[in-house]
């Protein structure tokens, strides 16, 4: 068995939850913040079996997209910059994915 956390962008959280649900995959969602774009995130916790994981990344992995969002450039995340700031474009969205071998599992 393997625990699944997956970082999704607020955007795509729910096609992805959608998908996972539909082919009988059981999760976790947590809402979370990005620490460098302070976005809107959700992780998803997930026990799934060793043979079942490829799926769980597949539907993830098709039902994520990555986008381009405009940041300003010089932007300081402590609000005290006072450089001029141009804007720059950095891509964001997709999934973050880590995957990990359960020792012990136990449901009570």
Not at 36 to 54: A, E, P, Y
Not at 56 to 71: F, G, T, W, Y
Request: net charge neutral; glycine share 8%.
């Amino acid at each position: 068995m393997k625990l699944i956390t997956a970082i999704i962008n607020g955007k795509d959280v729910n096609n992805v939850c959608k998908a996972l649900t539909k082919s009988g995959f059981a999760f976790t969602k947590i809402a979370t913040t990005g620490g460098f774009l302070k976005s809107n995130n959700i992780t998803l916790i997930m026990g799934v079996d060793d043979d079942k994981v490829d799926a769980a990344l597949e539907i993830m992995h098709d039902n994520c997209m990555q986008r381009k969002v405009p940041l300003p450039a010089g932007t300081s995340f402590d609000g005290w910059s006072t450089e001029p700031a141009y804007i720059t474009e950095v891509l964001v969205g997709g999934a973050t994915v880590f995957i990990t071998d359960v020792v012990r599992f136990e449901k009570f």
